[in-house]
């Protein structure tokens, strides 16, 4: 049986570790608040006192942290339960640089290292319909492969380290800019007295029809945004997607202007809503 390992359980990562424990492994967490550990320990999984803990016992530990802040704090927490046949999995959005760090880090501990930064929102990672980016050590990836299905429908080996951190914020940074838009077309639909409800229509009918308007265009319609995926660490991934941009002399106007709304966004307090709150900026509902 593997030892499996998980830390950070917040939206993403408890769902993420129920679906890990599916493939019978033996599992260990740990969260800095303990209370989410609860629905695991339950289940059957062993609740350690430190990520250090986590790791020195399990084959494979995965981490699934909120920023590149959080990423380090808890890696650096973990670093020394990390050996020869105790390896890293980051599945945290972070940017590059971090992910580089990390990985050299648990070199020197003569531990394979592999980020893996997941495409979807709560949903997808309770169903373990996750897109799954991963770089780093190859050898890892194809042994990491039972519990990336698990989580996951679809993984893709990107290469060097920070391959696919950079991967994840271009494609949060297209997602960003389509909900921007998407909620600046509802304002000017709305202005111009037409039914919201049937633009959505016509958006699922044409070349627009996508997942994302779908589902979160009634919500927005309703005035919901129970937090799937939290605006802040949209805005968050946007900013590192800027970072990424200037680092590599691209521009990236449209992103920007996607970063301004929704660093508005935050200052009006919906930082902790669902990232499709952004809209209410523009429709003021």
């Known amino acids: 049986m593997q030892k499996?390992?998980?830390?950070?359980?917040?939206i993403m990562g408890l769902p993420m570790a129920r679906n890990l424990m599916r493939t019978g492994c033996e599992l260990r967490v740990w969260n800095r608040t303990p209370g989410k550990c609860e629905p695991l320990a339950t289940a059957g999984a062993v609740v350690c006192d430190d990520p250090a803990e986590v790791c020195a016992a399990s084959d494979i530990t995965f981490a699934m942290l909120a920023d590149p802040k959080a990423a380090r704090a808890v890696f650096t927490g973990a670093v020394a339960g990390l050996g020869r046949g105790h390896d890293y999995v980051d599945m945290s959005t972070v940017d590059p640089g971090t992910s580089r760090e990390l990985a050299a880090a648990a070199a020197k501990q003569e531990a394979r290292f592999l980020e893996a930064p997941v495409s979807g929102s709560q949903k997808p990672a309770m169903d373990g319909t996750l897109v799954i980016m991963a770089a780093g050590d190859?050898?890892?990836?194809?042994?990491?492969?039972g519990a990336l299905d698990a989580m996951g429908k679809k993984a893709v080996f990107?290469?060097?380290?920070?391959?696919?951190?950079?991967?994840?914020?271009?494609?949060?940074m297209i997602m960003g800019g389509m909900m921007t838009a998407f909620g600046e077309g509802l304002a000017l639909a709305g202005r111009g007295?037409?039914?919201?409800?049937?633009?959505?229509?016509?958006?699922?009918?044409g070349a627009l029809a996508n997942p994302m308007f779908?589902?979160?265009?009634?919500?927005?319609?309703?005035?919901?945004f129970v937090p799937a995926f939290p605006l802040k660490h949209m805005q968050k991934d946007l900013r590192l997607a800027l970072q990424t941009g200037d680092e590599l002399a691209q521009p990236l106007p449209t992103a920007a202007a996607a970063n301004a709304a929704f660093i508005a966004a935050?200052?009006?307090?919906?930082?902790?809503?669902?990232?499709?709150?952004?809209?209410?900026?523009?429709?003021g509902s």
């Open 214 to 224: 779908a589902v979160k265009g009634p919500a927005v319609l309703r005035g919901e």
């Open 4 to 10: 499996m390992g998980f830390l950070g359980l917040g």
């Open 138 to 145: 190859r050898s890892l990836y194809e042994d990491a492969a």
């Open 193 to 205: 007295g037409l039914d919201r409800e049937v633009l959505l229509e016509v958006l699922a009918a």
């Open 266 to 283: 935050r200052q009006a307090g919906l930082g902790d809503l669902d990232f499709s709150a952004v809209c209410r900026i523009f429709t």
């Open 158 to 172: 990107l290469g060097e380290v920070g391959n696919a951190a950079r991967m994840k914020l271009v494609v949060n």
